[in-house]
């Protein structure tokens, strides 16, 4: 069986609108309540119907939707006299003819639409009037329902609303209503082909709007704010001529000095029982102060306010005497600071004096310190725990604490002030490799040489003011008359190649050189260079020392570096000045 294809037609019909057209053209003749007036309270808040009509769509082309009945219920909100606003849904019974392909007599089906729009409503008179004729407009929304089965379907979509309408109060909670609407919406297309391929095909073009018109009439059952008679207008009260008024004013209580933020409370006795207060601060009316007690406000800069009050009876006023109060300083506690010694070796203490002035309503402070390095106990500084470069005894080091003395008065102020520490760690004695001798030989071997010429010279160039200290020792198996000088004669040799000035040796001023020799003593702990065979210092027949030979370390002389402003090593015990003569006469060793 062939599908039939339908196209939809919209026709304008006749509108009987004459009735309502004629309500809202006659509203300007009808008498109006006498409540109208802008300032009676007697009209609806919220108003509650329900309209029955006619509903008709304009004819278009295939498909025409027939005029039918339409049910309307609505609510309204009046919120001002003029505008309000309305939500409203009806349902309206039109039938669809569709004009089948190629055919000229259209099909009938059976269509509902409900409409459901949300509008404003724009009075022409006030709440309170009996005829309230009005135009309105909004957005709505359309459900196009068909009752034929497939290929029909449900189709929804946006639209418009617009109308004219005329409210008439019958009674005070029921009134007559006739609306004129225009219906804008999109061409529902019930899901069929937009057109027709075989003969008697139903089909609707796509794209495209509807038209419709909408007639009314109801009631409306309103929930009015009920109008509240105004009481009768008070009895003329006969003036009585006021007996002169002697104002009585007392002094002000309570003022007294205070601190920033505490409370000042002043009270006057009172007056007459009608008598009103002002209270006055430096001349200006303080806000809000109006009793017989007044809390001056004192939080802010310190100073005097001067208060007096104002009492008022009938037209007559005073005022009182004035008072004074002082708001006393309040500041942070200013702090004096200084340390005694201001430079200390490390390990050394230094005593720190501090002492604070407080404002007069700070009251007393409490004083702590606080250093960047260092510990303080009481007012005692302690330098021990300051960090140095321990690496390098060579130099003097300083270091600058900075200290910071802090102040807290009774009202939690704090106030402090610096000051700066200088700890020092001075230069030490360093011990070299000791210089180690062949047995029964006092010449100094290439590789003591190195030691002097390559690792001492450098240091007594860069610390001008150091000092070395050369302290000679012999081994007990080095005896006979020959031998008992060697200690002696070991320590020349070494101050010789430091100071000839000739060959390789550098020139070193021998007030520069201290000297000592002890024989066979070994108190102090060897600690021989033996440059061995892992270098390349080659070494005259007979010169090397191999490190099979245990005695070597017992022929020996102690080199000691003394930089400028260190103290002499104990270690090296009673040390003398270089024999310049004697070392003189031996030139450069070679």
């Known amino acids: 069986m062939k599908a039939r294809s339908y196209s939809l037609r919209f026709g304008w019909r006749a509108i009987p609108l004459a009735v309502v057209a004629a309500l809202v053209a006659a509203v300007p003749a009808m008498p109006q309540s006498s409540s109208s007036s802008s300032t009676t309270e007697d009209y609806s808040i919220v108003d509650v119907g329900a309209s029955v009509g006619s509903q008709w769509f304009r004819d278009k082309g295939i498909k025409r939707l027939a005029q039918s009945a339409l049910i309307n219920i609505h609510v309204d909100e009046n919120f001002t006299n003029y505008v309000g606003l309305e939500e409203s849904l009806?349902?309206?019974?039109?039938?669809?003819?569709?004009?089948?392909?190629?055919?000229?007599?259209?099909?009938?089906?059976?269509?509902?639409?409900?409409?459901?729009?949300?509008?404003?409503?724009?009075?022409?008179?006030?709440?309170?009037?009996?005829f309230r004729p009005f135009f309105t407009f909004g957005p709505g929304y359309v459900w196009y329902v068909p009752g034929a089965a497939k290929p029909f379907e449900e189709k929804n979509s946006p639209s418009l609303v617009y109308g004219i309408?005329?409210?008439?109060?019958?009674?005070?909670?029921?009134?007559?209503?006739?609306?004129?609407?225009?219906?804008?919406?999109?061409?529902?297309?019930?899901?069929?082909?937009?057109?027709?391929?075989?003969?008697?095909?139903?089909?609707?073009?796509?794209?495209?709007?509807?038209?419709?018109?909408?007639?009314?009439?109801?009631?409306?059952?309103?929930?009015?704010?009920?109008?509240?008679?105004?009481?009768?207008?008070?009895?003329?009260?006969?003036?009585?001529?006021?007996?002169?008024?002697?104002?009585?004013?007392?002094?002000?209580?309570?003022?007294?000095?205070?601190?920033?933020?505490?409370?000042?409370?002043?009270s006057i006795a009172p007056s007459a029982s009608n008598a009103t207060y002002q209270w006055m601060v430096d001349g200006e009316p303080a806000p809000g102060a109006n009793g017989t007690s007044f809390s001056l406000p004192t939080a802010g800069a310190s100073g005097t306010k001067s208060v007096t009050v104002k009492v008022t009876v009938g037209d007559q006023s005073k005022t009182s005497e004035?008072?004074?109060?002082r708001i006393k300083d309040?500041?942070?506690?200013?702090?004096?600071?200084?340390?005694?010694?201001?430079?200390?070796?490390?390990?050394?203490?230094?005593?720190?004096?501090?002492?604070?002035?407080s404002s007069e309503c700070g009251g007393a402070s409490t004083i702590g310190y606080t250093a960047s390095e260092g510990t303080i106990s009481g007012d005692t500084y302690d330098s021990s725990s300051v960090q140095f470069d321990m690496s390098n005894r060579s130099k003097a080091q300083s270091k600058v604490v900075h200290l910071t003395a802090t102040a807290t008065?009774?009202?939690?102020?704090?106030?402090?002030?610096?000051?700066?520490?200088?700890?020092?760690?001075?230069?030490?004695?360093?011990?070299?490799?000791?210089?180690?001798?062949?047995?029964?030989?006092?010449?100094?071997?290439?590789?003591?040489?190195?030691?002097?010429?390559?690792?001492?010279?450098?240091?007594?160039?860069?610390?001008?003011?150091?000092?070395?200290?050369?302290?000679?020792?012999?081994?007990?198996?080095?005896?006979?008359?020959?031998?008992?000088?060697?200690?002696?004669?070991?320590?020349?040799?070494?101050?010789?190649?430091?100071?000839?000035?000739?060959?390789?040796?550098?020139?070193?001023?021998?007030?520069?050189?201290?000297v000592n020799w002890v024989g066979t003593d070994q108190t102090s702990t060897p600690n021989p260079s033996l440059c061995g065979e892992s270098t390349n210092v080659k070494e005259r027949s007979g010169q090397a020392i191999k490190a099979s030979d245990k005695r070597a370390e017992y022929r020996r002389v102690e080199v000691w570096v003394v930089p400028s402003g260190a103290e002499m090593p104990a270690a090296a015990g009673a040390v003398k000045d270089a024999p310049a003569s004697e070392i003189k006469a031996k030139g450069c060793p070679k």
Not at 334 to 357: D, E, H, M, Y
Not at 474 to 480: A, L, P, V
């Open 330 to 357: 309040l500041h942070a506690p200013s702090v004096t600071f200084s340390i005694s010694p201001t430079t200390i070796p490390q390990g050394g203490k230094a005593q720190l004096s501090a002492s604070a002035t």
């Open 322 to 325: 004035p008072v004074t109060v």
């Open 165 to 266: 309408g005329l409210k008439g109060w019958m009674t005070k909670g029921v009134a007559f209503r006739a609306d004129l609407r225009g219906l804008w919406t999109k061409t529902p297309h019930f899901g069929l082909p937009d057109h027709g391929i075989n003969p008697g095909d139903l089909y609707v073009p796509r794209g495209g709007t509807e038209k419709g018109i909408q007639a009314t009439i109801g009631l409306d059952f309103g929930f009015r704010r009920h109008h509240v008679e105004a009481p009768p207008p008070p009895a003329p009260v006969v003036e009585k001529k006021p007996e002169p008024v002697v104002v009585q004013v007392a002094g002000i209580e309570g003022a007294h000095d205070v601190c920033p933020g505490e409370d000042e409370r002043l």
């Open 90 to 130: 009806s349902l309206g019974f039109n039938q669809i003819r569709l004009l089948p392909y190629q055919q000229n007599q259209f099909a009938p089906f059976s269509e509902k639409n409900w409409q459901g729009a949300i509008t404003g409503m724009f009075y022409l008179t006030p709440r309170d009037a009996r």
């Open 409 to 514: 008065d009774q009202k939690g102020q704090t106030g402090s002030a610096t000051a700066d520490l200088t700890v020092t760690l001075s230069p030490e004695a360093r011990r070299l490799e000791d210089i180690v001798y062949p047995l029964g030989s006092a010449r100094v071997n290439n590789c003591g040489k190195r030691l002097l010429l390559e690792e001492l010279s450098p240091m007594l160039r860069d610390d001008p003011g150091a000092t070395v200290i050369l302290i000679g020792h012999r081994d007990t198996q080095e005896k006979g008359k020959a031998a008992a000088k060697l200690d002696e004669v070991r320590v020349i040799n070494a101050a010789a190649v430091l100071s000839a000035g000739t060959g390789i040796c550098p020139q070193l001023e021998l007030s520069r050189v201290k």
